[in-house]
């Protein structure tokens, strides 16, 4: 099994800046694929980053694309989500989720496809205010 913990969520207002972090522990070579989602009330979840394993191929969507950054930190099995130039429309709860990599590789839109990830944290709250 595998756990994943976010944390780092919070208010700030448009143009602000924060940094989610998401800690995995248990089992973690099943979860060397990782990716941010997000999901807004009445909105469908949203792939925003996903990763291989060691920074390979890290893919963000395009609505963060230049403003968002992934980072990981193999020694703590931690990846963060550094957020930056906040939008309100960046407010939404956002959740860390974990897989195993396929060997033969796996791209942009099966990882920021929700349905790729096996398992998902409680996730962490931004909001941003205008």
């Known amino acids: 099994q595998v756990q994943l913990l976010e944390s780092g969520g919070g208010s700030v207002q448009a143009g602000g800046s924060l940094r989610l972090s998401c800690a995995a522990s248990?089992?973690?070579?099943?979860?060397?694929?990782m990716g941010w989602f997000r999901q807004a009330p009445g909105k469908e979840r949203e792939g925003v980053a996903g990763?291989?394993?060691?920074?390979?191929?890290?893919y963000y969507a395009d609505s963060v694309l230049g403003r968002f950054t992934n980072s990981q930190d193999n020694a703590k099995n931690t990846l963060y989500l550094q957020m930056n130039s906040l939008k309100p429309e960046d407010s939404a709860m956002y959740y860390c989720?974990?897989?195993?990599?396929?060997?033969?590789?796996?791209?942009?839109?099966?990882?920021?496809?929700?349905?790729?990830?096996?398992?998902w944290g409680q996730g962490t709250q931004v909001t941003v205010t205008s």
């Open positions: 989720a974990a897989s195993r990599c396929p060997s033969v590789g796996v791209g942009r839109s099966r990882l920021l496809n929700a349905g790729f990830y096996n398992y």
């Open positions: 248990g089992d973690t070579d099943k979860a060397k694929c």
């Open positions: 990763t291989y394993p060691g920074m390979i191929g890290t």
